[in-house]
């Protein structure tokens, strides 16, 4: 970064974020970005009041961009860290996207309906009570839902979106589920089978699976061998396994990267693909 140019220049650099030729933007950003921290302040005063639309327009984008390039950094740290948390890797996938949402309050809101289900679960004699009883709670009284009618929209997979809309995909619904879980100690993993993501947990007999996308309802091995079946996708145990918080982030990335490369979005694209390839 360079913290020597004169604040003329910068101000001529943000000046040119309103010129309509493509070239001359994409020459005025890369510069600004070079410049990086001393021309955050002329960003934000034209962000505020230029006259001028578009400068107003990039003058955001910019300085959004630079906000994701903070949470990149914390990416890195948190990749090179022992271990991977679900909770902050879905959370710093998020704020990826949405770098200026508070996202306390979500997480506010995981402990609230922990807070509501503490009181239930003290009567529940098995690990099974438990899981019907969070999933009672989930998909019922709050609400969640899959998001079949828009399974592609990229907010699917953020989830202060999920949390916000009450509508997602499967993995983003069986976050939700596994970090409202966690905080009661109920012992459930994720299952990254193909076609959906599932909860598992020890039954009294056998093992059993939470599908979230289907409302919360529990499921079979047998069940789920079905579920495969109608996709035309042979059966095999592993597709049962337990899954780590760490796959379970490189898949929510994978889902998003697919997504932006179908909607030909270059910049997110590599942003969620170099965050895939950091798990990695």
């Not at 327009?57 to 903070?70: A, D, G, K, M």
């Not at 995981?110 to 019907?132: F, I, K, N, Q």
């Not at 399974?151 to 949390?163: A, E, I, K």
């Not at 599908?211 to 061998?225: E, M, S, V």
Request: proline share 5%; charged share 30%; with cysteine.
């Amino acid at each position: 970064m360079t913290s020597d140019v004169p604040t003329s220049r910068i101000d001529a650099l943000v000046r040119l974020l309103g010129d309509e030729d493509p070239k001359i933007l994409g020459v005025a950003w890369d510069h600004l970005e070079r410049i990086g921290e001393p021309a955050l302040p002329l960003l934000e005063r034209a962000k505020r009041e230029s006259p001028d639309g578009r400068v107003r327009v990039q003058s955001e984008r910019f300085l959004t961009e630079w906000s994701r390039r903070e949470v990149f950094r914390r990416w890195v740290d948190l990749c090179r860290g022992p271990e991977v948390g679900l909770e902050e890797g879905a959370f710093l996938i998020a704020e990826s996207e949405y770098p200026a949402a508070d996202l306390a309050p979500y997480r506010r809101m995981l402990d609230g309906y922990a807070g509501v289900l503490r009181h239930r679960l003290a009567t529940a004699r098995t690990t099974e009570e438990a899981v019907r009883k969070i999933a009672a709670l989930l998909f019922h009284e709050v609400g969640l839902k899959g998001n079949a009618e828009e399974y592609s929209n990229p907010d699917n997979s953020y989830l202060n979106r999920v949390l916000d809309l009450k509508k997602g995909i499967p993995i983003s619904l069986a976050a939700i589920f596994i970090l409202v879980a966690r905080r009661l100690s109920v012992p459930v993993q994720g299952v990254g089978m193909p076609q959906r993501f599932l909860v598992k947990f020890r039954g009294p007999a056998h093992e059993l699976f939470v599908d979230p996308f289907g409302g919360g309802r529990l499921l079979t091995a047998r069940d789920c061998a079905g579920i495969l079946a109608e996709a035309e996708v042979p059966f095999r145990g592993e597709h049962l396994r337990g899954v780590s918080d760490r796959e379970i982030l490189t898949r929510m990335l994978g889902n998003l990267s697919r997504i932006y490369r179908s909607m030909k979005d270059r910049r997110r694209h590599e942003r969620v693909a170099a965050m895939a390839k950091l798990l990695s």
